[in-house]
């Protein structure tokens, strides 16, 4: 049964910085594209990062490019999203998911069936 958990969330204060952890298990994590999302209450999960099986590449959304870095240690089975120079409106809960594709990295700002999901992990950016 795969599974992911994330880890990392908290309350910080504007500017600050949050390392996020995805840790997977059954799954053969080498092989999967990661990614992670964000929601909050009312709107739709909106894409934030990804990045492929090897690590070699990368996917960003426009609202946090060059402030946020995705990452990856196969070795460990772990994903992370490193935020730098957090704002309020990156309040959300944050998820991870991995799927197994070789297609673009552009294809995963959309969720698809299939897709492992973590339950989330909250992060509150305060002003």
């Known amino acids: 049964q795969a599974q992911l958990v994330e880890s990392g969330g908290g309350l910080v204060q504007a500017g600050d910085s949050l390392r996020l952890s995805c840790a997977a298990s059954?799954?053969?994590?080498?092989?999967?594209?990661v990614g992670w999302f964000r929601q909050t209450p009312g709107k739709e999960r909106e894409f934030v990062a990804a990045?492929?099986?090897?690590?070699?590449?990368?996917y960003y959304s426009d609202s946090v490019e060059g402030r946020f870095a995705i990452s990856r240690d196969n070795a460990k089975n772990t994903a992370y999203l490193r935020m730098n120079s957090l704002k309020p409106e990156d309040t959300a809960v944050y998820y991870c998911?991995?799927?197994?594709?070789?297609?673009?990295?552009?294809?995963?700002?959309?969720?698809?069936?299939?897709?492992?999901w973590g339950l989330g992990i909250q992060v509150t950016v305060s002003s």
């Open positions: 059954g799954l053969s994590f080498s092989r999967y594209t």
């Open positions: 998911v991995a799927r197994k594709t070789n297609q673009d990295m552009c294809t995963m700002v959309r969720m698809m069936p299939g897709d492992y």
């Open positions: 990045m492929s099986w090897s690590g070699g590449r990368t």
